[in-house]
């Protein structure tokens, strides 16, 4: 999502779809992820950024909500680095479904 938006328009219909969703979503950290001169880390931090987005977007569903209340699921944030084979998990607080 960090690509240009013209770059992303050139995409087939369904990624470009996401990845103009997952820009959009981005917009709230935008400045901050900005600053990160590193490229690795800026991509970290976008990468966290949309795992809390969904998570967040998963605990707004009717649904989800009621299973997670009955700890029948629960949601957690991760994601997979592929340079390490590692799954990293964020700790995101359960009331980020709350904020809306």
Known sequence: ARLPTKAILNEPPQLKEML?????????????????????????????????????????????????????LLVVAAFYEISSGIVDFIEVPMEIGDDE
């Open 20 to 72: 103009m969703g997952m820009k959009a979503e981005l917009q709230y950290c935008q400045k901050t992820i900005d600053q990160i001169s590193d490229p690795n880390a800026r991509d970290r931090e976008a990468v966290i950024a949309n795992a809390t987005i969904q998570v967040k977007h998963l605990l707004h569903d009717q649904r989800v909500q009621e299973k997670v209340q009955k700890d029948e």
